[in-house]
């Protein structure tokens, strides 16, 4: 069976199609960050309309790339939410309107599980069950994954998500946006040590995370460091690697705790702080002593896709838990949806 999906829940726009029994045939992506940049983060509307444009466009690229005809699409996949009303909008009127015309059935997937199961695309594929570190722009969770649909939540952030607190602390030392990746850049040329910054609930006992008092420390040091408005090179640069480095314990820690708790001994890491190398690098470490591993997703993967969409919906299917409905095609969105509402 083929799957068409579409993801536009953000600032990008992804569209993949993915074969039941082949995976992954072709994927298409546009970052909107060019545009979003100069206003130093995501402006809702202009995020919107720039999906409307550039989705047919992607749409055709993946059909030519993968050697298809819309004739030999079985059914239609679209991220539902959460994320933007606006944006949501656009990949699920499209996707409704592609499979309505078509007769073909849609399916609406969560965002966070189409993260969740890309490290699935990977080779090695994770076999269930594992625990997910979930770290994307908004969520930070720990989840128990039993299964396609099978998920407990584990432990999550009570207040900033890891890349909301990337993203913080990159505007603070005057960086672009998105945040992440240009911190840890940054970062590379500075020494972590130079800053002792707090490491928020890293003895809490439990698997919550907390990011808002790391935001607030690193305003401090900013403001201690420039008195008179300006903050030298090595500063900036020490500083980035002082956050990096604090976030990047903190979820290697709980990430630990979460493998000894439950006893598993595979760890899923999804999301766009996914794509950190030091986290990447720290993880392996941590686990090495012990009998467990980390799977991350592709590279390229880690942000947001259309090819992770197509993926869940493709594993949805197969487990028996997509409504395959070709005239149910009333739809809505949901800007806020709690992952383990889903089954
Ligand atoms: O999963 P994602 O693309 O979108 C959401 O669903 O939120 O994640 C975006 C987040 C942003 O906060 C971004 O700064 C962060 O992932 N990010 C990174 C890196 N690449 C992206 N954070 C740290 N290091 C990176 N290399
Ligand atoms: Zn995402």
Redesign the pocket.
Known sequence: MIILGFES??D?TGVAAVCTERGLLAHALHTQIAMHQEYGGVVPELASRDHIRRVVPLTRQVLQEAGLALSDVDAVAYTAGP?LAGALLVGASVAQALAWSRRLPAIGIH?LEG?LLSPMLADPRPEFPFVALL?????TQLMRVDGVGRYELLGETLDD????A??KS?KLLGLGY????A??RLAEQGDAARFDLPRPMLHSGDLDFSFSGLKTAVLTRVRAASPDGAIDEQTRADLAAAT?AAIVDVLCAKSVRALKQTGLKRLVVA???G???L?RAKLAAALEPTKARAYFPPLSL???NGAMIAFAAAERVKAGLAVLDADAHAFTVKPRWDLAEIA
């Open positions: 829940s953000c990008e994320g965002h993260h770290v994307s722009g908004g969520h998500a890891a890349g909301e990337f993203d990159a998105p945040g992440g990746p911190l840890s990096q999301g766009g702080v794509a950190n190398r986290l880690c942000t947001d």
